[in-house]
């Protein structure tokens, strides 16, 4: 009798990460995107003292239940009225430093969550 999946899950899934950029199912990344179980996204030109209403809208229209940020070296948090968009749609919002951002998407992921890590390198 078989005890595991049949036909296994293929996830987008963070393969290493290191000062200044993260590998995406091994493409190593160095500016800003948007990673999903399904897809990663470039998220261009993206810093945290950039960030606006309107990047928070486009997170909200994922599809996902959470949406992680990583905010880089340190974690920093953004203003509530820019992040309003991802409550107004009822999804959940944890900032951390990148690193930390990157090994809780993995977690999630493997539990099979609906799960986006938005990434942020300044």
Not at 4 to 19: E, F, K, N
Not at 75 to 83: G, K
Not at 92 to 114: F, P, Q, S
């Amino acid at each position: 009798m078989k005890l595991h999946r049949s036909s296994p899950v293929a996830a987008q899934t963070i393969t290493a990460y290191g000062d200044g950029y993260v590998a995406v199912n091994g493409e190593r990344r160095a500016t800003s995107a948007v990673v999903t179980p399904e897809r990663t996204v470039a998220w261009e030109n993206r810093t945290f003292d950039a960030l606006t209403r309107e990047d928070f809208s486009f997170l909200a229209g994922l599809g996902v239940d959470i949406v992680l940020l990583g905010t880089g070296p340190r974690q920093r948090f953004p203003q509530p009225r820019l992040t309003a968009p991802l409550a107004e749609a009822g999804i959940g919002l944890e900032v951390m430093d990148l690193k930390a951002a990157c090994r809780t998407y993995n977690i999630l992921v493997a539990e099979e969550r609906k799960v986006g890590l938005a990434l942020l390198f300044a």
